[in-house]
């Protein structure tokens, strides 16, 4: 897919709108300096910063991953803001349109989408190799993977169909059905927590894939949609937001978002291909205390620490 956001300047525009949002198409700029502007002309900002867009796909197998208008909360008493070092960074297939992303006992697992491209594999970290890989049925758009004892969990996009199968051997163990598109997945031990690209956390019971509970994000009163990969970190839910360069630290118990990880500026233009697509794919390994991201299509996935951003 080719690449619809410049990623080397300010060339992206925001949209203040007075429900207490901002619709973005690219970039974050200072948003202090921004709402002090937007407060005293007293009402809806519009900025244009000379934005340029690539016009888009006509391939409706990947219309999952055309640019969409994203809507994040600003409000005045914000949660905690994280930008990032990189500790690390591995080779990543290019190739790969990462949905979903799991560190296990030293290997990644990864969940790729596409119809008739989408895969399960098992990847060497240092070196990207795919040591496993298993093709999803051509009528599947693979989405988020989680391992929850010994099993892998994959979701489909608009199929309503799930798969489990056993970590090891990759075998098929079961296919089950839910109501909702499903994007990403992951669990704190009890049970599987699961997004749908609406501002909607959903809690499975592990065994029966029954829903148990929900809860909505927000960020304030605002909610948080577009809910995409997930990975369940010290107590907390970390969700890409989809088409953003932004993580957020979710309270599943409240749907509170804690904080906002800004990952601007990770894949570099000298790093990057024209085709690789938006931020997403989080994986931790608890042992070690290591966070990984990567993006669909990166030739790279990153190690790094997070930094409190101070004012």
């Known amino acids: 897919m080719p690449r619809t956001m410049n990623r080397n300047g300010p060339t992206k525009d925001l949209v203040f709108l007075s429900n207490g949002y901002v619709r973005e198409h690219g970039i974050h700029l200072a948003l202090g300096v921004i709402l002090i502007v937007a407060v005293l002309l007293g009402g809806t900002l519009v900025v244009d910063i000379h934005a340029q867009r690539a016009p888009a796909s006509s391939n409706l197998v990947v219309e999952r991953d055309e640019p969409q208008n994203t809507y994040f909360p600003v409000t005045f008493s914000s949660p905690h803001y994280y930008t990032y070092r990189v500790v690390n960074s591995f080779p990543h297939d290019p190739e790969a349109l990462t949905q979903g992303l799991v560190f296990d006992n030293g290997t990644l697992f990864e969940g790729t989408g596409l119809y008739g491209k989408s895969t399960l594999r098992q990847v060497e970290l240092e070196t990207g190799a795919v040591l496993r890989s298993l093709s999803l049925a051509s009528q599947y758009f693979g989405e988020g993977i989680t391992i929850?004892?010994?099993?892998?969990?994959?979701?489909?996009?608009?199929?309503?169909?799930?798969?489990?199968?056993?970590?090891?051997?990759?075998?098929?163990?079961?296919?089950?059905?839910?109501?909702?598109?499903?994007?990403?997945?992951?669990?704190?031990?009890?049970?599987?927590?699961?997004?749908?690209?609406?501002?909607?956390?959903?809690?499975?019971?592990?065994?029966?894939?029954?829903?148990?509970?929900?809860?909505?994000?927000?960020?304030?009163?605002?909610?948080?949609?577009?809910?995409?990969?997930?990975?369940?970190?010290?107590?907390?839910?970390?969700?890409?937001?989809?088409?953003?360069?932004?993580?957020?630290?979710?309270?599943?118990?409240?749907?509170?978002?804690?904080?906002?990880i800004n990952l601007k500026g990770l894949l570099d233009s000298e790093e990057g291909l024209e085709s690789a697509g938006v931020l997403n794919g989080i994986a931790y390994d608890a042992e070690n205390d290591r966070l990984f991201v990567t993006g669909k299509r990166w030739p790279k996935l990153f190690e790094i620490r997070l930094i409190a951003w101070e004012e």
């Open 148 to 260: 929850y004892k010994d099993q892998v969990v994959q979701l489909s996009w608009r199929s309503n169909t799930g798969f489990l199968y056993d970590k090891d051997s990759f075998e098929l163990l079961q296919t089950f059905s839910y109501p909702t598109e499903g994007w990403g997945i992951t669990h704190d031990g009890v049970r599987l927590i699961v997004s749908d690209g609406t501002s909607t956390l959903y809690f499975w019971d592990p065994v029966t894939f029954e829903e148990i509970g929900r809860i909505e994000v927000h960020d304030e009163d605002a909610p948080v949609s577009r809910l995409n990969e997930l990975e369940y970190v010290r107590g907390e839910v970390f969700a890409n937001v989809y088409y953003t360069d932004r993580i957020a630290r979710i309270n599943p118990h409240t749907g509170k978002v804690t904080g906002w």
